[in-house]
């Protein structure tokens, strides 16, 4: 199947001449500013099982970042993020550069990011049910024997995973592997802070009609080694948001994040490693309106 036409407002990768660019990652590409700063552009690019698919999503950059930059200012009295007060005109005096990523971009301190995903699981779906399904426990967690597919567990558990390159697969790690990357001390804290931030987060989206299934949180450290949250927070792409409408235990429920276009991947004939498949237009179109409604819901008064 051939790709989709990119519609003119679609940003598949950032150019920004005056800034050096630093990396570009699965979906975010990163630029330095000075020795305390970076900025973070979020394109449309959309990664799926680890693969960045050639298609965007229109929309989608402007959505991940609106939804995180609600989340950081909701969760501060959780933890410190890493906005910085600089504003993007002053990194980017020159208009024409500055439009390109014009609400797709923050500026943020420069930090030390901890080399784990911190996981939370709130519901029983994804590789967790294929793990519960073979063992009876998510991560090394017993579960209880009569689970159903997208069941609520009774409490959120941690399942940290280890951070992947661009086209490899991220790895569950235990928390006793954490602790001995890490430290006790900051295992704990990442651990504590994730599970905190996650009930937060869940309590509040399921009273605008979103279940938060499950997230991923990173984290950096300060020059003091205090904890800031940094990346994305609570968005589409590093979590899984369910309508609360027409969720019930037992199939897979509809959703508001990129497993819309997981699922359709599943029905080709693909082996899940670089090149990704390029998508049909009704489902980028679909998926485009899914991350605009999952940012709507959230913020609605």
Same mark, same amino acid.
């Given at each position: 199947m051939t790709a989709s036409p990119t519609p003119p407002e679609a940003l598949f990768e950032s150019n920004l001449p005056s800034l050096q660019k630093i990396c570009s990652g699965k979906v975010r590409d990163l630029y330095a500013i000075d020795d305390q700063h970076m900025l973070i552009v979020t394109s449309d690019r959309l990664s799926a099982f680890d693969v960045v698919l050639p298609d965007p999503i229109p929309g989608k950059g402007r959505v991940l970042t609106a939804i995180s930059d609600f989340w950081f200012d909701k969760t501060r009295h959780i933890i410190r993020n890493h906005i910085a007060d600089l504003t993007l005109s002053e990194v980017l005096p020159d208009p024409v550069e500055r439009s390109q990523v014009e609400g797709r971009a923050i500026v943020v301190k420069k930090l030390k990011a901890l080399p784990i995903e911190a996981v939370v699981r709130g519901y029983l779906i994804g590789s967790g049910w294929k793990d519960y399904q073979a063992t009876g426990a998510v991560c090394g967690i017993e579960l209880a024997a009569d689970l159903e597919l997208a069941?609520?567990?009774?409490?959120?558990?941690?399942?940290?995973?280890?951070? @992947? %390159?661009?086209?490899?697969?991220?790895?569950? $790690?235990?928390?006793?592997? /954490?602790?001995?990357?890490? !430290?006790? +001390?900051?295992?704990?804290?990442?651990?504590?802070?994730?599970?905190?931030?996650?009930?937060? @987060? %869940?309590?509040?989206?399921?009273?605008?009609? $979103?279940?938060?299934?499950? /997230?991923?949180?990173?984290? !950096?450290? +300060?020059?003091?080694?205090?904890?800031?949250?940094?990346?994305?927070?609570?968005?589409?792409?590093?979590?899984?948001?369910?309508?609360?409408?027409?969720?019930?235990?037992?199939?897979?429920?509809?959703?508001?994040?990129?497993?819309?276009?997981?699922?359709y991947l599943e029905t080709l004939d693909w082996d899940k490693t670089s090149p990704g498949p390029s998508l049909p237009e009704d489902i980028v179109r679909h998926s485009s309106e899914k991350y605009a409604e999952a940012l709507s819901k959230l913020t609605a008064d």
């Open positions: 069941d609520r567990l009774p409490e959120p558990i941690y399942t940290p995973a280890t951070k @992947a %390159a661009v086209g490899d697969h991220d790895e569950n $790690i235990s928390y006793e592997a /954490t602790v001995e990357l890490l !430290g006790e +001390d900051i295992a704990a804290q990442a651990r504590d802070t994730a599970l905190a931030l996650y009930r937060f @987060a %869940a309590e509040y989206a399921l009273q605008r009609g $979103i279940i938060i299934a499950d /997230t991923k949180f990173e984290f !950096g450290l +300060d020059e003091n080694r205090q904890m800031v949250l940094i990346d994305e927070a609570l968005t589409p792409d590093s979590s899984r948001f369910w309508p609360a409408d027409s969720y019930r235990p037992g199939v897979s429920p509809q959703s508001f994040d990129k497993q819309y276009v997981r699922d």
